[in-house]
């Protein structure tokens, strides 16, 4: 049988055959469907792309209903196990695991870039001590933007390469310095001798003394990065990837993609899996929260995802590694909160039959507070780890021919076309 659509338009009685590739049908092959020669032609209605693909990738695998997640072929279950941030950032943005050389070329060009300037710290410094960590996260980028203006030579790889460098770099910097505000100390000097989890973590919590941060802790911060690193087509790299096609630079791209991840049914829901579940409190008060939710007055934050139908993978290796943190800091008394409120929730025909289960959020914050990371953190944690998508799959916009600035179509249903009405003939 043919990779062919046949389509016939019951208005004209005409057929039309349209090639399928890749299990899609071009949306622009709609177009010849017409009933007059001034027709537009069809147009697909697609509210949020829930059945859209705006591109064609090669760095991430989802199968939302086996709950199997890839990096560039790689099963996220080996990278989390075996691999480093650092390593999986290189493979997403290149395609291909580090060299021994590669690798040591690539920390030590991450390394000399850990420091931000000095108008990044000033600009942090400007906020209320009690500004959001993502608030002043996103501003950094839009700073860098106008510091870095070399950046907008985005068709010269050297330079993409150079602010991929930058950007790897800035992230944990750039978090370190809005979380140093916040808490009124002063910033710490990035140590790029450090590990990238472990810089980051002598940054954040440096005190009068010297931080050596534990090893359980430190890995456990890196798996976290490598399980946040990528997703396809999310609502903040869609963001990272549009803003990118009007051929802005990096950082501007990037402060786009901060935004969106921002949101509380994106990024934000880590941060808001713990406020819900420091608000339930105790297990005896989660069938009230289960009541509210499937009477639609909210939602249950850290359940359900637009492609996993099933378990997210991410939250099963995020269980697994709560338990290594736990033995180190003393287990999260909300925890049980956690297990327990999963466990209703899968009973309960409401989440069972919209297929609804953990997703990356809802243990990742038990993890980030038991390290010592208030919860205005959590989605600042999520936005340095995805930072490696992020720049792969501007890369990947940026060398692939077919792509053109991002604008899509609508369906108007406003007012026909009407005549001004001058101020004092107005009713
Ligand atoms: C991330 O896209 C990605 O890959 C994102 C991400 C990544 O790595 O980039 O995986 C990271 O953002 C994970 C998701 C974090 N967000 C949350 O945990 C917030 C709570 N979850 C939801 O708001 C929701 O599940 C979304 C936003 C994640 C997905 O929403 P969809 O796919 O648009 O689903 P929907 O809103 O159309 O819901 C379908 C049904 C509805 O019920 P009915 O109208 O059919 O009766 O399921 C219900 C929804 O009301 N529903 C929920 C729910 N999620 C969906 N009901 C209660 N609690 C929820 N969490």
């Keep these: 049988m043919p990779d062919t659509l046949t389509i016939t338009d019951n208005r004209t009685g005409k057929r039309y055959e349209l090639p399928i590739s890749e ?3 071009r949306a622009t092959d709609l177009r010849q469907i017409k009933v007059a020669p001034d027709d537009g032609g069809l147009m697909t209605y697609d509210p949020a792309f829930m059945n859209t693909a705006a591109c064609r ?21 080996q990278l989390a196990e075996r691999s480093t941030f650092l390593e999986t950032a290189y493979l997403l943005i290149f395609g291909e695991l580090p060299t021994v050389t590669q690798a040591a070329e690539w920390k030590q060009q991450i390394g000399a870039r850990l420091a931000v300037p000095e108008a990044v710290r000033g600009l942090t410094a400007s906020f209320a001590r009690d500004a959001h960590p993502m608030g002043m996260y996103l501003s950094a980028f839009g700073a860098l933007s106008a510091l870095y203006p070399d950046s907008k030579r985005i068709a010269d790889e050297p330079t993409r390469r150079l602010q991929q460098h930058r950007l790897l770099a800035a992230a944990p910097t750039v978090a370190a310095c809005g979380y140093r505000h916040g808490t009124g100390r002063p910033f710490i000097e990035p140590d790029p001798s450090l590990s990238f989890p472990g810089n980051f973590l002598a940054m954040l919590f440096t005190g009068d003394r ?34 990118g096609s009007s051929h802005t630079d990096p950082y501007a791209a990037m402060a786009g993609a901060v935004a969106a991840l921002y949101g509380p049914l994106h990024g934000g829901a880590n941060e808001g899996v713990l406020r819900m579940l420091t608000e339930i409190g105790s297990v005896s008060a989660i069938p009230g929260i289960i009541e509210q939710v499937k009477a639609g007055k909210r939602r249950l934050m850290g359940f359900g995802h637009r492609v996993y139908k099933s378990y997210d993978p991410r939250a099963l290796i995020i269980k697994q590694t709560a338990d290594q943190v736990f033995a180190v800091t003393g287990t999260n008394p909300l925890l049980d909160v956690a297990l ?22 809802f243990y990742s914050g038990l993890i980030y507070q038991a390290m010592g990371f208030p919860a205005s953190m959590f989605t600042v944690l999520f936005a340095i780890g995805r930072t490696a ?12 021919a077919e792509q053109k600035i991002a ?17 004092e003939q107005r009713g």
């Design 23 to 25: 299990g899609a049908i």
């Design 57 to 77: 990738s090669r760095i991430t695998f989802i199968d939302g209903d086996n709950g199997v997640l890839e990096y560039r072929g790689y099963p996220i279950e």
């Design 210 to 243: 010297p931080y050596t941060p534990h090893p359980v802790l430190e890995r456990a911060l890196d798996v976290l990065f490598v399980l946040h690193a990528d997703h396809e087509q999310n609502c903040s790299t869609s963001t990272m990837r549009g803003v």
């Design 340 to 361: 327990a409120l999963e466990r209703i929730a899968l009973e309960d025909d409401y989440f069972v039959s919209r297929r609804l289960y953990p997703n990356v959020d």
């Design 389 to 400: 998508g992020w720049l792969a799959q501007w890369e990947e916009l940026v060398n692939d």
């Design 407 to 423: 604008r899509p179509r609508q369906i108007y249903f406003g007012s026909a076309r009407r005549d001004f009405v001058p101020l």
